[in-house]
């Protein structure tokens, strides 16, 4: 049921893991299926310079995030935004219809990745109000982009992310709020 393009980038993925010098990171997440995606990116003269992803999914989602990372690869952040579900399924050979599903998460993973960077300094001085600088950073580049998103995140997630102190912190901010 899968194209051998699909098959291949499943097999063989490009581009995968984490970028350890990311300027920003897109996390989304599925909530149909549960699968978790992070695409990292790292900006130079206004193009995708480097792009790495972590995917927790499907054989589809694996394969979709590898060939998303193919297309993004050198281009501007304006062409890079602009990549579609329908773009990454073409550039497969086709996915199955239940599938599609999937190449949505990548494709809205990298549009994620783009928004942070541009909104870097916002988002980090408003987790600055929660924690302090060193964690914000953390967050950030976990792809935390936000008090929102920090709603969002598992009590897991965070304890792996921020330092004790900063988690505890978060933790009560939480409570307040909620
Ligand atoms: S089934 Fe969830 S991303 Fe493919």
């Known amino acids: 049921m899968y194209s051998k393009r699909v098959m291949d980038h499943f097999l063989n993925p490009r581009n995968k893991g984490r970028l350890e010098d990311a300027d920003a990171v897109g996390r989304v997440g599925n909530p149909v299926c549960g699968d978790v995606m992070h695409i ?69 993973g990298l549009q994620r990745a783009i928004e942070n960077y541009l909104n870097r300094d916002k988002i980090i001085e408003e987790l600055m109000q929660v924690v302090g600088k060193e964690d914000a950073m953390a967050l950030f580049l976990a792809g935390i982009a936000g008090i929102d998103d920090l709603k969002k995140a598992s009590v897991e997630e965070i304890a792996n992310i921020a330092s004790d102190e900063a988690a505890e912190r978060i933790r009560k901010f939480l409570k307040n709020e909620g």
Do not use: F, Q, R
């Not at 599609?100 to 990548?106: I, Q």
């Open 40 to 108: 990292y990116i790292k900006v130079k003269d206004g193009k995708i310079e480097k792009i790495g992803w972590e995917t927790m999914g499907c054989a589809a989602a694996i394969a979709t995030s590898s060939m998303l990372s193919e297309l993004a690869k050198g281009k501007t952040i304006d062409e890079a935004m602009k990549i579609s579900k329908k773009d990454i399924a073409d550039a497969l050979e086709g996915l199955p219809p239940i599938k599609m599903h999937c190449s949505n998460l990548a494709a809205e």
